[in-house]
């Protein structure tokens, strides 16, 4: 095999498998248990793939577009994780909902192919690409119910806004270009660095930072992100919170940090404040929502707040501890929206707050199981989340930014008002209030539901293994 295209050897494998399963559809449709077989096939190979690639050092290939490292293998290693556990908790929920998984499971491997290739990106042009084939088979996946008029809603939505974030992205890199005469991302640092500032380069900046803030669901750009994650089917709307949204942070922290770090102190004072509006305004929205995806949802708008404090920190300090929180929140945040799949729920995306009530007295695993996700997303110890708030407030006080880590640490608190509510509903609600919904035992939902659970669990205990492997990789951003 070509010494460059071995490279690709994780996304020939995923595209190949995608374009497989959405043959053998067409073609045969045999049992939906080949289109899942084929699938976690596609995904754990391509698992694989990654670990051999990893055995290279850091090299640039295709004429400098791509770039493998260790923070692109971390990133590659994330989406396929959090893929695989997107499609084991899909499969019970595609069976319920009588719905077609050939062309569902294809989508979600060209989705994860976009964001794989996202995070080796160093070109412009290559990543505006990228983002764009993980954006459109996210769209199609987020209206994937055409019997649903919230799934439709959530689609057209998703694809409008999505569309007009990506004009305001593309028209922030041609300004970008002119400037600079570059898309490549080291050679725009390069240009910046020598020359003086200009209004247009500094718009350009803001444009291209603009429509990344919409990708990663951050205020003032993150009005689409109740509608879309409550129309969406359940298990795309956990795959939209964790998937897409750890790619937009790999392109935002290679884009920000690495072409454009000579600008850093036009746009690092704008994201300081982008991060605190959406810690409070994330959590001061969810205190309100009765409906579990949407409160899910403004609570993914706070997490996307706490990120950035790693963002704005940069340094290898910000940037590992941005890495280590995208991989504590996939597993905690999948783990929570997995409780909610497996909800025997009444209607379609209705999952209401009381439908947990009195969960403990009926199912007391899956109610410990969801306490320690919501004990994890408010960032309660002995959790992983724990571990992620404390290395990013870490991170922003080593920075400079000790008054964003406190606006953090205040919103986390304010967090666990809406959390216990479900709690509360789970252990305190009498009897005479109703009882819960049913968890459905379904089997590889259960899976999916324990990996995240011992994840959630190991990574706060034993943070030590996962931090020393992200060292390297956070050291792409130069300080």
């Known amino acids: 095999m070509n010494a460059q295209l071995s490279v690709l050897l994780p996304e020939l494998l995923l595209a190949g498998m995608g374009m497989l399963i959405l043959?053998?559809?067409?073609?045969?449709?045999?049992?939906?248990?080949?289109?899942?077989?084929?699938?976690?096939?596609?995904?754990?190979?391509?698992?694989?793939?990654?670990?051999?690639?990893?055995?290279?050092?850091?090299?640039?290939?295709?004429?400098?577009?791509?770039?493998?490292?260790?923070?692109?293998?971390?990133?590659?290693?994330l989406f396929l994780l959090s893929a695989l556990l997107v499609v084991w908790l899909s499969r019970p929920f595609l069976l319920r909902a009588q719905q077609a998984p050939w062309e569902y499971y294809a989508l979600i491997l060209f989705a994860t192919l976009g964001m794989s290739f996202l995070a080796s990106g160093v070109h412009l042009a290559g990543l505006y690409v990228s983002l764009e084939l993980m954006a459109l088979s996210s769209y199609i996946l987020a209206g994937y119910f055409r019997g649903e008029v919230k799934s439709h809603e959530a689609a057209t939505k998703y694809f409008v806004l999505g569309a007009l974030s990506s004009g305001i992205l593309i028209y922030g890199l041609s300004l970008i270009y002119g400037v600079t005469g570059s898309l490549s991302l080291a050679e725009v640092s390069g240009k910046l660095a020598a020359g003086p500032r200009s209004v247009v380069a500094t718009a350009g900046v803001f444009l291209l930072l603009s429509g990344l803030l919409f990708k990663v669901a951050a205020v003032p750009f993150h009005v689409w992100t109740p509608d879309v994650y409550e129309g969406a089917p359940t298990p795309m709307t956990a795959f939209f919170s964790v998937g897409p949204k750890a790619a937009a942070f790999a392109m935002l922290v290679r884009v920000l940090w690495v072409g454009l770090a000579p600008a850093a102190p036009d746009w690092r004072l704008l994201l300081s404040w982008v991060a605190a509006a959406t810690m409070v305004w994330g959590n001061v929205a969810a205190l309100t929502q009765e409906n579990v995806k949407r409160m899910l949802a403004y609570s993914s708008i706070a997490h996307a707040g706490y990120a950035l404090l790693g963002v704005v920190s940069g340094g290898a300090?910000?940037?590992?501890?941005?890495?280590?929180?995208?991989?504590?929140?996939?597993?905690?945040?999948?783990?929570?929206?997995?409780?909610?799949?497996?909800?025997?729920?009444?209607?379609?995306?209705?999952?209401?707050?009381?439908?947990?009530?009195?969960?403990?007295?009926r199912q007391p695993l899956a109610a410990a199981a969801m306490l320690l996700f919501l004990l994890s997303l408010g960032g309660i110890p002995p959790t992983a989340g724990f571990m992620g708030k404390l290395y990013l407030f870490a991170a922003a006080v080593h920075a400079g930014y000790a008054w964003l880590a406190v606006v953090g640490v205040i919103m986390s608190a304010v967090s666990l008002y809406y959390y216990f509510r479900i709690v509360k509903e789970m252990y305190l609600?009498?009897?005479?209030?109703?009882?819960?919904?049913?968890?459905?035992?379904?089997?590889?939902?259960?899976?999916?539901?324990?990996?995240?659970?011992?994840?959630?669990?190991?990574?706060?205990?034993?943070?030590?293994s996962a931090l020393a492997f992200l060292a390297p990789a956070a050291m792409i951003v130069p300080w």
């Not at 295709?62 to 990133?75: P, S, V, W």
């Not at 459905?440 to 011992?454: D, I, K, M, Q, T």
């Open 23 to 77: 043959l053998v559809g067409v073609v045969g449709r045999p049992s939906e248990r080949v289109a899942f077989f084929l699938t976690n096939l596609g995904l754990l190979s391509a698992m694989g793939g990654v670990v051999v690639v990893g055995e290279r050092g850091s090299e640039t290939f295709f004429a400098g577009m791509l770039q493998l490292d260790r923070f692109a293998l971390f990133f590659r290693l």
């Open 317 to 361: 300090l910000g940037t590992q501890a941005v890495l280590f929180y995208m991989l504590v929140y996939a597993v905690t945040n999948l783990g929570a929206f997995g409780l909610v799949v497996l909800l025997a729920s009444k209607e379609y995306a209705g999952e209401k707050v009381n439908d947990f009530r009195g969960l403990a007295r």
């Open 429 to 464: 609600a009498s009897a005479e209030e109703g009882e819960a919904v049913a968890v459905l035992s379904e089997a590889w939902g259960v899976r999916a539901l324990a990996v995240c659970a011992l994840a959630t669990l190991l990574f706060g205990v034993y943070p030590t």
